[in-house]
Structure formats: C-alpha cells, structure tokens
C-alpha cells in the first residue's frame, strides 16, 4: 500500500497537482483558518481580504488561489445568498445546488472552463485542482469547495494513435 501511495504522490508532484483532504463541520468553536502569504506574514492584500471576509460574514477555511479570485468568491457567494428572488428559498433555507451552480458558472465565464464547486452542510472530500485554483470557506452553515481541474484537449491524432 506504501508503494501505492509513494507512486501517486510522485506522479501529482510531476504533473504539477495539488490535493486537498477536509471534512465540513459545522461547530461554531471551530477556528477559522486563513491562509497567509506563502511564508506566512500578513500582507496588505490578505489582511484586505480578512476585513472582507469579517464583513461578510465568511469563515475562509483553506485557499490555494489569489487573492482577487478569493474576494470574488466571496462576495458572489454572499450577494447570492442574501439575494432572495435569485435562491427561490426562504433567507433561513438557502439551496447550496443553486449556490454551487451559480459559483461555477461565474468563474467558468471570468476565469476559464473546468471549475467545480461544492456546497452543502456536511460533506467530505479529497479532491486535485490546479495549482492557484482551490478554496474552501463557508458563509452562515453552509461550506463550499471552488477548485479548478486542469482540461487538456484530445485531438485527432491523439485518438487515432490510442485506438490502433
């Protein structure tokens, strides 16, 4: 199984992927979690994105993504929620698959096809995205997972050499 295991780890280091393991809880005690720069100093940019995050009232958990993109998240995810002819739901019981659908298809449109996103009150996960594309917060008792997978167009050629 170590070999197994060593073997993937060697393969996602070549191709350039990272991976991400979490489990949504919903404790109120739990600590939120905000990823600083790299060697862990605050910056302006990312002191700016935990105001933003204080006034949304978002609880950013984990992020491999840039700052910009993070605050986009964010403030589409809130403006969503707390817009209600767009949920169809009552402001207590907000629809994560309307919110993970509405997340996807606006980074799809800004940033380029290939995102997902996730969004629920409980839910596990381990996932690959590209690197600069992954991040998981949660706003109220709903978490989401945004992360972007990498896509890499088959062609012709590709095609007719695999089937011979």
């Given at each position: 199984?170590?070999?197994?295991?060593?073997?993937?780890?060697?393969?996602?280091?070549?191709?350039?992927?990272?991976?991400?393991?979490?489990?949504?809880?919903?404790?109120?005690d739990?600590?939120?979690?905000?990823?600083m720069?790299?060697?862990?100093?605050?910056?302006?940019?990312?002191?700016?994105?935990?105001?933003?995050?204080?006034?949304?009232?978002?609880r950013?958990?984990?992020?491999?993504?840039?700052?910009?993109?993070?605050?986009?998240a964010?403030?589409?995810?809130?403006?969503?929620?707390?817009?209600?002819?767009?949920?169809?739901?009552?402001?207590?019981?907000?629809?994560?698959?309307?919110?993970?659908?509405?997340?996807?298809?606006?980074?799809?449109?800004?940033?380029?096809?290939?995102?997902?996103?996730?969004?629920g009150?409980?839910?596990?996960?381990?996932?690959?995205?590209?690197?600069?594309?992954?991040?998981?917060?949660?706003?109220?008792?709903?978490?989401?997972?945004?992360?972007?997978?990498?896509?890499?167009?088959?062609?012709?050629?590709?095609?007719?050499?695999?089937?011979?």
């Open positions: 199984m170590d070999i197994i295991t060593s073997q993937r780890q060697k393969e996602e280091e070549a191709s350039g992927l990272k991976r991400h393991s979490f489990t949504a809880q919903s404790r109120q739990e600590a939120a979690t905000l990823t720069a790299r060697d862990r100093s605050p910056t302006g940019e990312v002191m700016k994105l935990a105001a933003i995050a204080l006034s949304l009232n978002v950013l958990r984990s992020s491999d993504m840039p700052v910009d993109m993070q605050e986009r964010l403030r589409y995810a809130r403006s969503f929620l707390d817009d209600s002819s767009i949920s169809s739901a009552p402001k207590h019981r907000p629809n994560p698959t309307l919110l993970a659908r509405a997340i996807k298809k606006e980074f799809d449109s800004v940033y380029g096809v290939a995102w997902h996103c996730v969004a009150k409980s839910f596990g996960s381990f996932v690959t995205h590209s690197p600069g594309g992954f991040m998981y917060f949660s706003i109220d008792s709903l978490f989401i997972v945004l992360f972007k997978t990498e896509v890499k167009l088959v062609t012709e050629l590709e095609i007719s050499s695999q089937i011979s």
